[in-house]
């Protein structure tokens, strides 16, 4: 495996954002995590809102919709056909 590639940093460095994650999520208030999912869920229905009116709906033109990344744009496209919304 003489790639570049040292797959013990790379555990290492998984490892790490595993454990931030952790930290996060145990100083996070629910009231927060209440206030993200609705903003998630109002999101969510202003996705659905634009899919009805145009036949074909990508995550650029849904990001500039929204004011979103084009990554968080795809990224609540995947969501919601994974859930089978769209």
Request: proline share 6%; aromatic share 4%; glycine share 6%.
């Amino acid at each position: 495996m003489d790639e570049g590639v040292d797959p013990t940093h790379m555990c290492q460095t998984l490892m790490d954002k595993v454990a931030r994650s952790k930290q996060l999520m145990s100083v996070a208030e629910p009231e927060l995590l209440a206030l993200f999912e609705d903003w998630l869920e109002e999101l969510e229905h202003e996705v659905l809102s634009l899919a009805g009116q145009s036949p074909v709906l990508d995550p650029d033109t849904l990001s500039t919709e929204l004011g979103l990344s084009p990554a968080g744009a795809n990224f609540l496209l995947k969501k919601l056909q994974k859930e089978g919304k769209l």
